[in-house]
């Protein structure tokens, strides 16, 4: 019976992270530009040492890759918020300064003109620098990932000026992990490993003015958090049966 208390407890812990996940995910359903990444599943193995060689012990198996498949696109007529098109990911500053890489638009200017996420991370331009406006300049960005500021107090017609220019990577053949911040990276490289440009990739670019909702479903992922929660409770019946049947085959054993 322990041994089936045993396993009931390893599935229990192999899917615990599972449904941090999946929490998280439902977390960020409204977070712009959030992308799932997390899949598990349930798969048996072999047990070694003494005991019968058919013994198997439940362990999750779990890939973590980041989905770019495109959230729904939310025209908010802001000049700050940009959706960035097909593959493309926009490199950033993390906290510890290192590069790396995301899909949240909604962009905002800090009280020293730089340019950073919703987040709190600060936009990188083309030459890895941040990117600042000056004081009281309306910021316009093109579809390249071009930024312009135009000064409104100009006298006449105002010529917008090239600030710098979005960095935004093209990732159709780089695979991505999330980060500990919530940030991607290149799967199996250090971070702060930038992306080298494909020939033949597309050109990265944005979407202007728009937002990207995030990708995940919420029906699916209510679904899957109730398919999680019936799976624990199956599990600690499971426990609980084998106690009550350790207990009764022991009363069995007591002299009448």
Do not use: W
Request: hydrophobic share 40%.
């Amino acid at each position: 019976m322990d041994r089936l208390a045993f396993n009931a407890v390893a599935s229990i812990n192999e899917q615990r992270v599972a449904r941090q996940m999946t929490t998280n995910e439902l977390a960020n359903v409204t977070t712009p530009g959030f992308k799932r990444s997390f899949e598990a599943a349930m798969r048996p193995i072999q047990i070694e040492g003494p005991g019968f060689e058919t013994r198997m012990q439940p362990q999750s198996q779990t890939t973590d890759t980041i989905n770019l498949k495109p959230g729904s696109m939310m025209a908010t007529g802001n000049d700050l918020d940009i959706a960035l098109n097909g593959q493309a990911v926009m490199g950033v500053s993390a906290t510890d300064g290192t590069l790396a890489f995301t899909r949240r638009g909604d962009l905002k200017l800090t009280a020293a003109g730089t340019l950073e996420t919703g987040a709190g991370h600060l936009v990188r331009g083309q030459n890895g620098g941040a990117i600042t406006i000056p004081a009281g300049f309306k910021v316009n960005i093109n579809d390249d990932g071009s930024v312009y500021a135009t000064n409104p107090a100009q006298a006449g017609p105002a010529a917008p000026v090239l600030i710098d220019r979005i960095l935004m990577r093209d990732t159709s053949q780089t695979p991505l992990d999330r980060r500990t911040d919530g940030l991607f990276q290149i799967q199996g490289k250090p971070a702060g490993t930038d992306i080298n440009a494909v020939a033949g990739a597309p050109l990265p670019s944005l979407t202007a003015k728009t937002l990207e909702g995030s990708n995940v479903n919420p029906l699916e992922v209510m679904v899957k958090l109730m398919e999680q929660s019936r799976n624990f409770e199956q599990q600690v019946n499971v426990i609980k049966q084998a106690k009550d049947a350790d207990e009764s085959g022991a009363s069995m054993m007591k002299p009448a």
